[in-house]
């Protein structure tokens, strides 16, 4: 496949996805070259390469494999240092990082590839960030006064404190919880249940990168 660069056209990426697509269905799971995507968003395949390793998004084995090529030479030979993504490491390690780029890759690959999964999908309305977090929102602020009144009336008392902390822990990571629930009710909506299963949502936990909305 041609080698992409900032100045590759919307037809040549399109190409290049698609062709990617076909080596999908083969179950490829290695499917991208790093070498032909790296200047799409990297000054240098070495700084790519960096930053591909140091994430904790991306795990060798599952995300991206690497392995030693032989390179010819005039006189003697050498190996290089070669990668192979996988397509969610494609998309969220370069094409989510330029807009043009992620908007061919959603043409692409985020396509619902059954009908009634297409209706269904269509009929799903997921609830917003505010109407699920406001009633657990007014909860917590009651709570929260009931507690600023007892630690009043005690003088700060540890069994209170202690109870406060151990409270907003649980609160925070409650919210949290659901934060990721809205996340991904909101991916099945956009790009499919096909796609949502597809994909991992990781940080090296198993836990979903949510950002906490300010309450």
Known sequence: MNQLTKQSSESEIKAYFEGIAKLMQSDEQFPVNLEDVWQLV???????????KRSELFIEGL???????????????????EYM?????????????VRPVFEVYRKVFHKVVDTVQSATISTFQPVSFTDTLE????????????????????????SVTQAWNA???????????????????GVAKCDGIEYLKAVR???GDDSIPIPMPKM
Do not use: H, W
């Open 63 to 81: 995300d991206y494999q690497s392995f030693n090529q032989k390179v010819k030479r005039g006189v003697g030979g050498t190996t290089r240092a």
């Open 201 to 203: 949502y990781t940080n």
């Open 42 to 52: 990297y000054s240098t395949k070495g700084k790519a390469v960096q930053t591909l």
């Open 135 to 158: 009633p657990l929102a007014e909860l917590n602020r009651s709570i929260m006064a009931r507690f600023k009144r007892l630690q009043e009336m005690t003088g700060g008392c540890p």
């Open 85 to 97: 993504l996988s397509v969610p490491c494609l998309e969220f390690f370069i094409a989510r990082k």
């Open 167 to 185: 409270y907003y822990k649980e609160y925070d990571m409650f919210r949290c919880n659901i934060c990721d629930l809205i996340f991904l009710e």
